[in-house]
């Protein structure tokens, strides 16, 4: 069965660090981009950052650049996700997801469950 | 500009048709990918480029594209289809990756 599955959420105190994982299983991993989105709470959907398969081509949002890392370890079948000098806005749930990228095209087909970060005082 | 704009509302009666439309300069270049959510669930892809469906979503579920406008049509709605649906491309300058705000589906 092809899964995601995430960890690493919690809560933390702005300006803190945290680092969430996702372990994938039943596909080939490091044939894959992959990425991370999360959620706001009662918000939409926001696409975080995406790393190439070999991890030599990364592209965040503006608003984490600078402060949130991803990386993967095709090793270990892991993507990674180091988010430091967190803010309330950070607060949300992080899904990671098997990325498919093409000239013209994209989707996000496998999803994990979510991790849940609190960025609070 | 960089945004994907959708309703933020959409109705249908059971076993009608609707249509959730995503409007945006990117989708000129770039095809959008549909998600559904339902409450407390992780998304789940429901078209891709254009009108391709992933394996287990119903063919009422169907995808098309116009200059700045992608839509997602349901033909005859079903009450689990009630969720709220994004769309998603990549932005023009090729940096980024956008979702649309969201539509919430009510099935009546």
């Known amino acids: 069965e092809v899964q995601l599955v995430e960890s690493g959420g919690g809560l933390v105190q702005p300006g803190g660090s945290l680092r969430l994982s996702c372990v994938a299983s039943?596909?080939?991993?490091?044939?894959?981009?992959m990425t991370w989105v999360r959620q706001a709470p009662g918000k939409g959907l926001e696409w975080v950052a995406n790393?190439?398969?070999?991890?030599?081509?990364?592209?965040?949002v503006d608003s984490v650049k600078g402060r949130f890392t991803i990386s993967r370890d095709n090793a270990h079948n892991s993507l990674y996700l180091q988010m430091n000098s967190l803010r309330a806005e950070d607060t949300a749930v992080y899904y990671c997801?098997?990325?498919?990228f093409g000239f013209g095209y994209h989707y996000m087909d496998v999803w994990g469950r979510g991790t849940t970060v609190t960025v609070s005082s | 500009s960089s945004e994907l704009t959708q309703d933020p509302a959409v109705s249908v009666a059971l076993g009608q048709t609707v249509r959730i439309t995503c409007q945006g300069d990117?989708?000129?270049?770039?095809?959008a990918s549909w998600y559904q959510q339902k409450p407390g669930q992780a998304p789940v892809l429901v078209i891709y480029?254009?009108?391709n469906r992933p394996s287990g979503i119903p063919d009422r579920f169907s995808g098309s594209s116009s200059g700045n406008t992608a839509s997602l049509t349901i033909t005859g709605a079903q009450a689990e289809d009630e969720a709220d649906y994004y769309c998603?491309?990549?932005?023009?300058?090729?940096?980024?990756?956008?979702f649309g705000g969201g539509t919430k589906l009510t099935v009546l």
């Open positions: 997801a098997r990325f498919e």
């Open positions: 039943g596909f080939t991993f490091n044939t894959y981009w």
């Open positions: 990117s989708l000129r270049s770039y095809y």
């Open positions: 998603c491309s990549r932005d023009s300058s090729a940096k980024y990756w956008l």
């Open positions: 790393i190439r398969r070999d991890g030599n081509e990364i592209y965040y």
């Open positions: 480029v254009k009108n």
